[in-house]
């Protein structure tokens, strides 16, 4: 599969405990992105890479959240202290910069769904 | 910041007919607006996607027409079949050369095929 993986693909926590995500994108793209999804809600976004620059976070993010993309390639995105309200899909998706065009599609993966008991 | 609303949050038609979902969007320099498709447990999935220089864009039974002046764009499905039931979203962004906005979805739209 040449799509985009993250794992696990499920995760159960007790609050307070802390968690990680990891994500590969597609091997040519080389940005990055988290999002997370609630029941019934799109996707939410989290936070954006391109090559190992964060470039951008949402206010969602909150100082629990950490997100790394060290070599360009893979992302994890760490939770710490988790509280029930961290329970979600986090989705990555990543896509190739089209240069002077701009705009691109993104592609995500089957993410990672997140329960804090 | 970017705003996104879609409507209906569920849509049920007859298989074999049309089905119609709008979004409307706050930014008027959003320039990006990519509908995807997510079945139950699965990943979104990219269907079609319009760019603002166009007004309208279609793939086989899928339509998207972008209303810049009222900030809207529409997805339209004709001839529907079982497998178009799933969950809809809307989506538009900022897109520029040399940097990226991150998408703001809508809420979804249920749409479900009657047999």
């Known amino acids: 599969d040449t799509g985009v993986s993250q794992d696990p693909r499920h995760k159960i926590t007790k609050r307070g405990q802390n968690v990680t995500f990891r994500c590969d994108p597609i091997?040519?793209?080389?940005?990055l992105y988290w999002y997370r999804q609630t029941l019934g809600q799109g996707p939410e976004f989290l936070t954006y890479f391109q090559n190992e620059a964060q470039l951008e976070k949402s206010r969602l993010l909150s100082d629990r959240f950490s997100a790394e993309r060290p070599k360009g390639s893979f992302s994890t995105l760490e939770i710490q202290r988790t509280e029930q309200g961290d329970s979600a899909m986090y989705l990555c998706a990543s896509s190739s910069d089209l240069g002077l065009r701009g705009n691109e599609k993104l592609f995500f993966g089957s993410g990672t769904q997140l329960s804090v008991l | 910041g970017e705003n996104v609303e879609q409507h209906p949050s569920t849509l049920s038609v007859q298989e074999g007919d049309s089905a119609v979902i709008k979004c409307t969007y706050s930014?008027?320099?959003?320039?990006?607006f990519p509908w995807y498709k997510q079945e139950l447990g699965k990943r979104p999935q990219l269907i079609i996607d319009?760019?603002?220089?166009?007004g309208e864009k279609k793939d086989q039974r899928i339509a998207v027409t972008l209303n810049k002046t009222a900030k809207h764009f529409s997805l339209h499905i004709t001839e529907t079949q079982p497998e178009d039931s799933a969950v809809y979203f809307c989506a538009a962004s900022k897109r520029s050369g040399g940097g990226a906005d991150g998408l703001t979805f809508g809420k979804g739209t249920h749409l479900i095929i009657q047999p």
């Open positions: 091997s040519e793209h080389n940005r």
């Open positions: 319009i760019r603002s220089n166009v």
């Open positions: 930014d008027s320099a959003s320039n990006y």
